[in-house]
């Protein structure tokens, strides 16, 4: 509870601190950024702190945290000295807004600690990678960190999101582990107050640039409560899979055959979604209990290779990484994904236009710290999550060009806008983080023609109706409405176009892939028993057999185009006006555009990784997708909702409610069971290393002593990846020579740097010879030799060598801990 409480004082304060900076940074918005105070405010603190700690002007200390934090605070004490009297007027007039923030946080924030404290564990998936690298960056003094699993070497990851909770951690005096289970939390509650707010500001924003009423009889009160919505959406509201799995457990769809006695489903064959394929459990019932039934939730979309095998697709949405409690960058990267879509939305509303900024010789007009800003957030996401900055990029991008086209209309010079502004911004993001891309190797290696894996239009509905339904019945209203005018021309020709584009790019690159690789290119097809003419065959079918996800997501691209570069009525009396329409609802235009490109680039091309398939790029960019379609559903019932009256209004609810109902079935029955319906064996604690406590209690008294002892290199077993193994490098910090193997491989882009280090240590514990054992220690500069049970069940331990020239520092039944000189 006293962890919670600081951490909640600390963004508390933190928010307060940077609003009137984010005031400044946000002319255009309605709430003038006070919902994305705290958010700006850790991306600034956190940055300066890094910077700082990896130049050498600050140490990784209580000192230097609060060194760092004094930036912003000067920034916000400027601004204030100018605006006081203004902000202060502000604050007065927006009271609702304010209150409505403020408790939305502590809601959001305490209810998944409270959630976290039913279950705390890291032990599973990558939890404990995660909370190696912030109990790694709690122990280097500066930057960039130790990396704990390759002693020697520093983190070769986007790490930001770990300097922040272990920057949070260290003032706040917890474990890294309870940081893991907060720093979770926060950022569901910064997800929550950062979607409200940019929902607030998109209906608050009741006047385009034509100073026509969008949303003419709706009261503050009412965007207040229909913005709501928003976190509902993004965190809560997940797919259709845990309604599949309650009728799955009920029996519906299945028949028993009176002769055989087995159960028939041909709608679960049909369905074909692994598990759900099989009979059920009897007795019937309503609450799924099938072991980790909740996991299917992540993999709705099925995979399989031109001859059958199948292929495993990640399809994660937010609250299954809530419930799973990872901290993940994907996750880490939420709210500071909003914060971007709200400098994108600021941008297109014209809030810095009223600037210049001389870049080679041109000028741009934007509020130059305005222009920094945004660079400063782009280069976050970057080190947040790599993944995250092309979209953002494009994102702020065409919102500048997008705004420049409503103020000066579309023409050739939009083109040099384009290039102005984008090429500058990106090298300015990358300079202000250039300390991080020093260190950073990428696996990602090109673009890869997607030919056989294609998404069935069944599981895309299965994962993407919660949202889909809401979206549709929003363009249906607009359509009939007929207001703005959606340009259906336009709409069709560039929606077409870029999958015409798609294609040919699939075909572009198979081409290129054939002459570069064609001896890889022979023996896969060898495999499969086929020539290339037949292989372009069998996928043509497999993709006209499942048309129904390209019609879908046409379906929804191609009104948004149209609808985005929709011209107003005044517009409209003027043919001859170039002037792009700037609404708030060209900007919801504009994040369904990009969440339907992001959702079907998928289908033609992936980025080359170590997977080898799509499995990583449907998972990035369907994560990123469900952010922007979120906003977009809660904006479009919003909308509707303050639109229509009598019977439409009702069926409406209806429907969206019934929709709600589904998709809040999977947080509901998800929390019953990784909570054990809130009744934890062992009690509520955020603290996971309790855990360990229970279960290897000899190795948690070892590495409780070795957090006693200065910090040197620990040898430890070597094992696979989501393991146990890397046990004590992940709990205390401390460097080990070699951790997970596949992951260190996966984030250097191969095994070169591991050289003989898994041989070396499995060497060390198993020779009778010292000076063999003597060499190694030498060579990796070990300090520490734990010998546990799992060390004794990986290796034939000859300890007998350790007995005769080293001390032992920690002893325990059979864990022991012996010091090098």
Same mark, same amino acid.
């Given at each position: 509870m006293t962890a919670f409480l600081s951490w909640y004082l600390i963004l508390t304060l933190l928010g307060w601190l940077t609003f009137p900076l984010v005031y400044h940074l946000f002319p255009a918005l309605k709430d003038r950024g006070y919902t994305l105070a705290r958010t700006a405010g850790l991306l600034i603190w956190g940055y300066i702190f890094w910077l700082f700690a990896s130049l050498g002007f600050a140490r990784n200390d209580v000192g230097g945290i609060l060194f760092a934090m004094a930036v912003p605070i000067a920034l916000s004490v400027l601004v204030t000295v100018n605006r006081r009297n203004e902000i202060a007027d502000f604050l007065k007039s927006n009271i609702a807004l304010i209150v409505t923030t403020e408790i939305l946080f502590l809601i959001a924030f305490a209810f998944l600690a409270f959630v976290r404290s039913a279950n705390p564990e890291l032990a599973s998936t990558e939890k404990p990678m995660e909370l190696m690298f912030i109990n790694s960056i709690l122990r280097s003094e500066t930057f960039p960190p130790h990396d704990a699993w390759l002693s020697g070497y520093g983190i070769s990851y986007y790490y930001f999101g770990y300097v922040m909770t272990a920057m949070l951690a260290r003032l706040a005096n917890i474990s890294g582990s309870t940081a893991h289970n907060l720093m979770t939390s926060l950022i569901f509650g910064l997800g929550a107050i950062g979607s409200f707010g940019i929902v607030y500001n998109l209906l608050g924003s009741s006047r385009n640039a034509n100073h026509q009423t969008e949303i003419p009889e709706a009261r503050p009160s009412s965007f207040i409560a229909s913005s709501l919505l928003a976190p509902l959406f993004l965190l809560l509201v997940s797919n259709f899979e845990a309604l599949l799995e309650v009728l799955h457990r009920l029996g519906i769809g299945w028949t028993k055959n009176a002769i055989t006695g087995t159960w028939n489903g041909p709608f679960w064959a049909w369905l074909d979604m692994k598990e759900l394929s099989q009979s059920p459990v009897q007795p019937?019932?309503?609450?799924?209990?099938?072991?980790?039934?909740? =996991?299917?939730?992540?993999?709705?979309?099925?995979?399989y290779d031109i001859i059958g095998g199948f292929r495993e697709?990640?399809?994660?949405?937010?609250?299954?990484?809530?419930?799973?409690?990872?901290?993940?960058?994907?996750?880490?990267?939420?709210?500071?994904?909003?914060?971007?879509?709200?400098?994108?939305?600021?941008?297109?509303?014209?809030?810095?236009?009223?600037?210049?900024?001389?870049?080679?010789?041109?000028?741009?007009?934007?509020?130059?710290?305005?222009?920094?800003?945004?660079?400063?957030?782009?280069?976050?996401?970057?080190?947040?999550?790599? =993944?995250?900055?092309?979209?953002?990029?494009?994102?702020?991008?065409?919102?500048?060009?997008?705004?420049?086209?409503?103020?000066?209309?579309? %023409? =050739?010079?939009?083109?040099?806008?384009?290039?102005?502004f984008a090429l500058?911004?990106?090298?300015?993001?990358?300079?202000?983080?250039?300390?991080?891309?020093?260190?950073?190797?990428?696996?990602?290696?090109?673009?890869?023609?997607?030919?056989?894996?294609?998404?069935?239009?069944?599981?895309?509905?299965?994962?993407?109706?919660?949202?889909?339904?809401?979206?549709?019945?929003?363009?249906?209203?607009? =359509?009939?409405?007929?207001?703005?005018?959606p340009n259906w021309k336009l709409g069709l020709t560039i929606g077409l176009g870029f999958t015409l584009i798609l294609v040919l790019l699939t075909f572009f690159l198979g081409i290129l892939s054939l002459l570069v690789e064609k001896d890889i290119i022979?023996?896969?097809?060898?495999?499969? @028993?086929?020539?290339? #003419?037949?292989?372009?065959?069998?996928?043509?079918?497999?993709?006209?057999? %499942?048309?129904?996800?390209?019609?879908?997501?046409?379906?929804?691209?191609?009104?948004?185009? #149209?609808?985005?570069?929709?011209?107003?009525?005044?517009?409209?009396?003027?043919?001859?006006?170039?002037?792009? %329409?700037?609404?708030?609802?060209?900007?919801?235009?504009?994040?369904?555009?990009?969440?339907?490109?992001?959702?079907?680039?998928?289908?033609?091309?992936?980025?080359?990784?170590?997977? +080898?398939?799509?499995? @990583?790029?449907?998972?990035?960019?369907?994560?990123? #997708?469900?952010?922007?379609?979120?906003?977009?559903?809660?904006? +479009?019932?919003?909308?509707?909702?303050?639109?229509?009256?009598?019977? #439409? %209004?009702?069926?409406?609810?209806?429907?969206?409610?019934?929709?709600?109902?589904?998709?809040?079935?999977?947080?509901?029955?998800?929390?019953?069971?990784?909570?054990?319906?809130?009744?934890?064996?062992?009690?509520?604690?955020? @603290?996971?290393?309790?855990?360990?406590?229970?279960?290897?209690?000899?190795?948690?008294?070892?590495?409780?002593?070795?957090?006693?002892?200065?910090?040197?290199?620990?040898?430890?077993?070597?094992? +696979?990846?989501?393991?146990?193994? +890397?046990?004590?490098?992940?709990?205390?910090?401390?460097?080990?020579?070699?951790?997970?193997?596949?992951?260190?491989?996966?984030?250097?882009?191969?095994?070169?740097?591991?050289?003989?280090?898994?041989?070396?240590?499995?060497t060390l514990y198993s020779t009778a010879r010292w000076d063999e054992a003597r060499t190694i220690i030498d060579k990796y500069n070990i300090r520490y030799i734990f010998i546990g049970n799992l060390e004794r069940a990986t290796t034939a331990v000859n300890e007998e060598k350790f007995v005769l020239y080293l001390k032992p520092i920690f002893r325990q039944n059979g864990t022991v801990i012996y010091a090098a000189p």
């Open positions: 019937f019932g309503f609450v799924p209990d099938r072991y980790l039934w909740w =996991w299917r939730a992540s993999r709705v979309i099925q995979d697709v990640i399809d994660e949405f937010p609250f299954f990484s809530f419930l799973l409690g990872d901290l993940h960058p994907h996750v880490l990267a939420i709210p500071f994904g909003l914060l971007a879509i709200s400098v994108a939305m600021n941008i297109f509303l014209g809030g810095w236009k009223d600037g210049k900024v001389n870049l080679m010789g041109a000028q741009l007009t934007i509020s130059p710290s305005g222009f920094f800003f945004a660079a400063l957030v782009l280069g976050g996401l970057a080190f947040l999550n790599t =993944w995250d900055i092309l979209v953002a990029a494009a994102l702020i991008v065409f919102a500048f060009v997008l705004w420049r086209a409503s103020e000066e209309g579309w %023409n =050739w010079e939009r083109l040099e806008d384009l290039f102005l500058p911004l990106g090298i300015v993001s990358l300079l202000a983080y250039l300390p991080f891309y020093l260190g950073f190797s990428s696996q990602a290696g090109g673009i890869i023609p997607n030919f056989m894996f294609v998404t069935r239009g069944t599981h895309l509905w299965v994962m993407w109706g919660t949202l889909l339904i809401p979206i549709f019945a929003f363009l249906i209203y607009l =359509w009939t409405k007929n207001t703005p005018r022979n023996a896969t097809l060898a495999s499969y @028993n086929m020539t290339v #003419a037949q292989y372009l065959g069998a996928t043509s079918l497999r993709r006209l057999a %499942n048309i129904g996800s390209l019609i879908t997501l046409l379906a929804v691209l191609i009104p948004a185009l #149209a609808f985005l570069f929709a011209k107003s009525e005044k517009q409209e009396e003027d043919e001859e006006s170039e002037q792009a %329409n700037t609404s708030s609802l060209s900007f919801v235009f504009l994040l369904l555009t990009l969440g339907a490109i992001l959702v079907l680039a998928p289908e033609f091309v992936y980025l080359r990784d170590q997977f +080898g398939y799509r499995i @990583n790029t449907v998972f990035k960019f369907y994560y990123q #997708a469900w952010i922007l379609w979120s906003l977009v559903a809660a904006f +479009g019932v919003g909308y509707v909702l303050q639109n229509m009256r009598g019977f #439409a %209004n009702i069926s409406t609810r209806v429907v969206m409610g019934l929709v709600i109902f589904c998709g809040l079935l999977y947080p509901v029955l998800g929390l019953m069971t990784k909570t054990n319906n809130f009744n934890p064996v062992y009690g509520f604690d955020l @603290n996971d290393f309790a855990r360990v406590q229970r279960e290897n209690p000899d190795d948690a008294a070892g590495i409780e002593f070795l957090l006693t002892q200065p910090e040197g290199v620990v040898a430890e077993a070597v094992g +696979g990846s989501y393991s146990y193994y +890397g046990r004590v490098s992940t709990y205390t910090g401390y460097p080990t020579v070699l951790g997970w193997p596949g992951h260190e491989a996966q984030w250097r882009g191969g095994y070169e740097l591991h050289g003989t280090r898994q041989q070396d240590i499995a």
